[in-house]
């Protein structure tokens, strides 16, 4: 049996559920439901992050234990501890959804460990009291989707929860893919997700919105003792002070998103992490094309709510709404809004610095932005790849080659006119004259460049070449990636085939340009 050092606080120092039936219904004065794992199958490990399984003191002998193997697919539960699935609400696209929750999702138990304590949950492993009319399963596709991108996020250094293993259940689970009343079997799969907290906005909003203000200020305040004590003892100055430090978090977390070319897909209210992570990996993707309006999310392709150029702007209006739900705790809108308004201009501000940090420019000059502003047209002049792009420009030594050197970013090269390659000598000219001002060797700010633009990131055709492998069984591929994306910074000569374009195979296709909640 793995030793785990396993800690409560959550369930101990929270209400919970008095109806322990696992049935679908509205729950009320709780933070969280009793429920247990759907027994499988079949199980089977066909993943595991060692390196996440050693922060929780699990070793690499036990991870290819059967009782790792029944531990995280659900089918044992660990001795002394007792599942749950979490009561949250949320906006969705912009409205109010009442009661959501862990609808696919149970989390295990807490383990502390080198001074670090993880919620570790389940994903896909059967339905609970906030299922709604789902079945609270997953599929391989999505599951590998998840599994990669949450451990490559980390490994570029965006805030983001985690992943441990990607197991198959051994059962087929019923979807409708594009939601087109074209329904088929599936391998069923379960992820198991790694985090300090899974709690979000919406487990604040949802006694806000019930005004269950006794709740909602014992859960603040659970908060505040286990996530945010720095703080102090809960006072109206600490509430502000936690909502303060929220803000700061999550505009940290979509700052690296754009840095990156990240479009989460999904940013409604129940999405949003309250310790400013990356949770949730539904309808993601990487800009393929540089592209403000582009979003991975079929649901969201009419308003593109949630595109790439929106994501700061979103997590503004989610952060009000959750000053909204905080505000009966505070009473006070003043300091609420003057850090929302502190967001405003941070964003200004932080999007400008992490823009000159991928140009290499390191002091302020006044034309700056004018030269930011400039890039970022010319690149939507025609389509251009973000990642190829940024990582090929640390490269430049002089306007004269600079075509010649970023030309493999150009998705239709040979039809540029040559008003657009004009348009691009003149800013690599300005850009030039602006590298002339900085102290920087070219060595030196080649080496700063490629440390904020990555060489690999998770594009969506690669993760579909992983499924489509292991839909036939084969899963050598998920961990080719798994490996490639833990350096993304590096150059990794013998993996110089994923520093490439998006395929024109996979422009159109599901799962590598358009994606469901359920993918």
């Known amino acids: 049996m793995m030793k785990l050092h396993i800690t409560d606080t959550f369930t101990q120092e929270n209400p919970s559920d008095t109806v322990l039936k696992n049935s679908r219904r509205q729950v009320t004065e709780a933070v969280f439901s009793y429920v247990n794992p759907k027994k499988t199958e079949a199980p089977q490990v066909i993943h595991v992050s060692q390196q996440m399984a050693t922060e929780l003191g699990i070793s690499e002998q036990e991870t290819n234990s059967d009782i790792f193997k029944n531990i995280f697919t659900g089918n044992t539960i660990y001795p002394k501890t ?3 699935a979490m009561c949250y609400g949320g906006h969705q696209f912009g409205n109010w959804a009442g009661q959501l929750g862990d609808g696919r999702a149970i989390n295990l138990f807490e383990v502390e460990h080198h001074n670090k304590n993880w919620k570790v949950q389940l994903k896909g492993a059967g339905e609970t009291p906030y ?25 570029l250094g965006v805030p983001t ?50 005004k269950d203000i006794k709740n909602l200020t ?33 505009l940290d977390m979509i700052i690296h998103w754009q840095r990156v070319g990240f479009v989460h897909g999904v940013m409604n209210t129940d999405n949003m992490s309250i310790l400013g992570l990356t949770i949730d990996f539904g309808p993601y993707g990487w800009l393929e094309g540089f592209d403000y309006g582009w979003t991975p999310n079929t649901t969201d392709i009419q308003h593109k709510r949630y595109r790439y150029g929106n994501q700061p702007n979103i997590g503004l209006w989610n952060l009000y709404q959750l000053a ?38 390191f002091f302020d000059h006044e034309n700056d932005l004018n030269l930011i502003q400039t890039l970022e047209d010319n690149l939507q002049l025609v389509e251009t ?58 060595a030196q700010r080649k080496e700063k460049m490629n440390a904020v633009n990555p060489k690999y990131v998770l594009r969506n055709y690669m993760s579909q070449l992983a ?39 996979a422009r159109n296709k599901v799962g590598c340009s358009m994606l469901s909640c359920s993918s």
């Open 82 to 84: 007792k599942p749950y």
């Open 131 to 155: 299922s709604r009319t789902a079945d609270g399963l997953a599929v391989l596709r999505s599951s590998v989707r998840e599994y990669l991108c949450s451990e490559a996020m980390f490994h």
């Open 161 to 210: 929860t985690r992943a441990l293993s990607l197991c198959l259940s051994g059962d087929h689970v019923l979807r409708d893919i594009l939601y087109d009343g074209n329904p088929a079997y599936e391998k069923g799969a379960i992820v198991s997700r790694i985090s300090p907290s899974f709690l979000r906005f919406g487990s604040y909003e949802i006694f806000a919105a019930r």
């Open 218 to 250: 014992s859960l603040v305040n659970y908060t505040i003792k286990h996530h945010f004590s720095h703080l102090g003892a809960p006072s109206k100055e600490s509430y502000i002070q936690f909502f303060k430090e929220v803000s700061v978090r999550t």
């Open 324 to 361: 909204n739900a905080l505000y009966p705790i505070i009473e006070d809108v003043a300091p609420l809004e003057e850090i929302l308004n502190q967001y405003k201009v941070d964003f200004q501000e932080k999007s400008f610095q992490m823009m000159k940090s991928k140009l290499g420019l």
């Open 385 to 442: 790849d973000m990642t190829i792009f940024f990582r090929s420009l640390s490269d430049f030594s002089n306007e004269k080659t600079a075509f010649e050197l970023i030309k493999k970013a150009f998705y239709d090269l040979d039809n540029i006119s040559s008003d657009v390659k004009n348009q691009w000598n003149l800013w690599f000219k300005n850009y030039n004259s602006r590298l002339q001002l900085e102290s920087l060797s070219h």
């Open 467 to 505: 499924i489509d492998k292991a839909d036939e069984g084969d899963y050598s591929l998920i961990d080719v990636l798994y490996q490639l994306l833990k350096s993304p910074y590096s150059e990794q000569p013998a993996n110089e085939k994923w520093f490439a374009k998006r395929p024109e195979w």
